[in-house]
Nanobody, 123 residues
Framework: QVQLWESGGGSVQTGGSLRLSCGVS????????VGWFRQAPGNKREAVAR????????NYADSVKGRFTISQELAKRAVFLQMSSLQPEDTAMYYC????????????????WGQGTQVTVSP
């Protein structure tokens, strides 16, 4: 059974940075595409970024382009989300998800989800 676990969340001030980590128990280059999603209270879950299992293709929500970077490290079976220039509107629970490589920003594409890590950005 695939397990995912997130870490690296926390509280920062506007303009700060955080690096989220997602461990995937059975992650290899030939298995999953991995995405990051976020959900703020009262809002729908939204896709943030996705890295293709090949590692050569990435996708980003317009709201985070130029500020967030997704990467993978297969030796660690991990995917990272480097977040910079954080804004209060980035405050949310962040989830990583693993699954197929279909529509990257559709959460139905992903079969496996972590429990989430909270990111809070203060003004």
């Amino acid at each position: 059974q695939v397990q995912l676990w997130e870490s690296g969340g926390g509280s920062v001030q506007t303009g700060g940075s955080l690096r989220l980590s997602c461990g995937v128990s059975t992650y290899t280059v030939s298995t999953y595409c991995v995405g990051w999603f976020r959900q703020a209270p009262g809002n729908k879950r939204e896709a943030v970024a996705r890295i293709h299992r090949s590692g050569t293709e990435t996708n980003y929500a317009d709201s985070v382009k130029g500020r967030f970077t997704i990467s993978q490290e297969l030796a660690k079976r991990a995917v990272f989300l480097q977040m910079s220039s954080l804004q209060p509107e980035d405050t949310a629970m962040y989830y990583c998800a693993a699954g197929g490589c279909g529509v990257w920003n559709d959460d139905a594409t992903y079969n496996h989800w972590g429990q989430g890590t909270q990111v809070t950005v203060s003004p």
